[in-house]
């Protein structure tokens, strides 16, 4: 059964950097897309950004371009997030994801998404 474990989270100053790591377990990653998620109280939840089962294509919501990194071990099986010039407007609950669909590129669609992790929270002041 495939676990999907994050980390990483933490709270820092605006304009700080975090990296957050998402970890595969049970089952392989590494053919197949997958994203990060955001969600704040009140509100849907959001892709941050998303990557294809090779790392060679990724895309990003328009707020965070430029300041955002994914990337891929598939090696390890792992995921990352490399956040710069966090600003407030970057706190949530961040969530990894992967969608079923093999060796496909990336998508924010989270409704694409079927196996989630726990998330890890990110917290920026101001």
């Known amino acids: 059964r495939l676990r999907l474990a994050e980390s990483g989270g933490g709270s820092v100053q605006a304009g700080g950097s975090l990296t957050l790591l998402c970890s595969c377990t049970g089952k392989t990653c590494s053919r197949y897309p997958m994203a990060w998620f955001r969600q704040v109280p009140g509100k849907e939840r959001e892709g941050v950004a998303s990557?294809?089962?090779?790392?060679?294509?990724?895309l990003y919501v328009d707020s965070v371009k430029g300041r955002f990194t994914i990337s891929r071990d598939n090696a390890a099986n792992t995921m990352s997030l490399e956040m710069n010039s966090l600003e407030v407007e970057d706190a949530g609950i961040y969530t990894c994801a992967r969608r079923m669909a093999y060796m496909l590129g990336p998508t924010l669609d989270v409704g694409l998404y079927t196996d989630w992790g726990q998330g890890t929270q990110v917290t920026v002041s101001s």
């Open positions: 990557i294809s089962w090779d790392g060679g294509m990724s």
